[in-house]
């Protein structure tokens, strides 16, 4: 049978139960947990809670799927101290990275997601499992993880920067990205 490691059912599950209050509680939890940019809104625990927020049924679908089929992997290879390091550390360089972007564009909305901290899985799983298969959704293309993080890194550098599909945090994808490629750097691994 498979179990799924303690860390990554945590994460899932704190983000469903989260998910499942949203209704309820609604506005108050993007004002107060949602990232915003640097002003009179912007608290510092947002650069953790905000990965803790979905919009809706398909983005913490997506999120969560992703942490189950990336996460568990990484919580096996690494233990659920470093898992969890790592996993916390790619949340705040995508919020950083989201709070540079939104500062340089004066773009005024608010960011919530794990995305940023799934990118940062994804990079872990294509290092540590690079010829693993990957399976796009849409369209179907089965993708080595080395290539798939590589193509997928580079469409949302693209996106990004022609500023496509607006709402869409590009930029803290990135950051997650990108801090989770420091972190293994610093930790040799």
Not at 150 to 177: I, K, R
Request: charged residues 5%.
């Amino acid at each position: 049978m498979y179990r799924l490691p303690p860390i990554t059912q945590g994460i899932i599950i704190v983000n469903v139960l989260v998910f499942l209050l949203e209704p309820t509680l609604g506005s108050d939890l993007t004002l107060v947990f949602a990232l915003w940019p640097l002003g009179p809104q912007f608290h510092p625990w947002q650069m953790f809670t905000y990965a803790f927020l979905h919009g809706n049924l398909m983005h913490i679908s997506f999120n969560m799927l992703a942490v189950y089929m990336f996460g568990a992997e990484m919580e096996r290879v690494w233990g659920g101290h470093r898992y969890l390091t790592y996993y916390l550390v790619c949340v705040v360089s995508a919020a950083l990275a989201q709070l540079v972007v939104s500062s340089a564009t004066g773009a005024y909305y608010p960011t919530i997601g794990a995305s940023g901290a799934v990118f940062g899985l994804l990079l872990a799983f294509s290092r540590y499992f690079p010829h693993r298969q990957i399976m796009l959704l849409i369209p179907p293309i089965i993708l080595p993880a080395k290539v798939f993080v590589v193509v997928y890194g580079t469409l949302e550098l693209v996106l990004g920067v022609t500023g496509t599909q607006e709402g869409v945090a590009h930029f803290a994808h990135l950051g997650g990205l990108a801090g989770g490629f420091l972190l293994m750097r610093y930790w040799k691994a």
